[in-house]
Nanobody
Framework: QVQLVESGGGSVQAGDSLTLSCLVSGTEFSLIGMGWYRQIPGKQRELVARVVSGGIRDYAWFAKGRFTISGDTGKQTMYLQMNSLQPDDTAVYYC?????????WGQGTQVTVSS
């Protein structure tokens, strides 16, 4: 069974950086499509970044130039490096893995950015 465990969230000041990690188990890391989503209270979950076919990285408009998605096959871990964080980035962040058309989600990690 595919399982995703996130870590790295926390409370930071505007302008700070954070790196979120997501450890993937139950499948070969190289066989999954990976992505990060977030959910702001009262809003729908939205895409932050993902790696699509051919290894192309797809970023939401608010993430371009500030966030970077990456993965380490040897560590079975995906990352989301977030720079220049702003209060509007406050949300619960979820990692996502797609395997054989099935979606798997992490438990979510809270990121709080204060001004």
């Amino acid at each position: 069974q595919v399982q995703l465990v996130e870590s790295g969230g926390g409370s930071v000041q505007a302008g700070d950086s954070l790196t979120l990690s997501c450890l993937v188990s139950g499948t070969e890391f190289s066989l999954i499509g990976m992505g990060w989503y977030r959910q702001i209270p009262g809003k729908q979950r939205e895409l932050v970044a993902r790696v699509v076919s051919g290894g192309i990285r797809d970023y939401a408009w608010f993430a371009k130039g500030r966030f970077t998605i990456s993965g380490d096959t040897g560590k079975q871990t995906m990352y989301l490096q977030m720079n220049s964080l702003q209060p509007d980035d406050t949300a619960v962040y979820y990692c996502n893995a797609v395997r054989l058309r099935n979606d798997y989600w992490g438990q979510g990690t809270q990121v709080t950015v204060s001004s």
